[in-house]
Nanobody, 122 residues
Framework: QVHLVESGGGSVQTGGSLRLSCVAS????????VAWFRQAPGKEREGVGI???????TYADSVKGRFTISRDNAKNTLHLQMNSLKSEDTAMYYC????????????????WGQGTQVTVSS
């Protein structure tokens, strides 16, 4: 059974940084497509970035240059380093994993964590 558990969320001021983690069990993330999504109140879930089973990573335009996805395959953990945070980054952040089609399309990923809240205020 696949479990994904996010952590590292919290409250931070504009311009600050946070590092989210997603620990996976029941799956070897080195062979999976893994991604971060976020959802703000009243808005649809949107893709933040995705890491393919190789080393290729792509990001949404809204976070490009500020957010970085990394994997620690030895710890079966995915990270999201978020720098230069803005108020519009406030959302619940989710990690997700999949072995089949790999894209920043929420319906395409089967496995999801419970989310961690990020709040950015001035």
């Amino acid at each position: 059974q696949v479990h994904l558990v996010e952590s590292g969320g919290g409250s931070v001021q504009t311009g600050g940084s946070l590092r989210l983690s997603c620990v996976a069990s029941g799956v070897d993330i080195s062979t999976y497509c893994v991604a971060w999504f976020r959802q703000a109140p009243g808005k649809e879930r949107e893709g933040v970035g995705i890491s393919y089973s190789g080393d290729m990573t792509t990001y949404a335009d809204s976070v490009k240059g500020r957010f970085t996805i990394s994997r620690d395959n030895a710890k079966n953990t995915l990270h999201l380093q978020m720098n230069s945070l803005k108020s519009e980054d406030t959302a619940m952040y989710y990690c997700a994993a999949e072995t089949r089609r790999c894209a920043l399309v929420p319906d395409w990923l089967r496995y999801w964590g419970q989310g961690t809240q990020v709040t950015v205020s001035s």
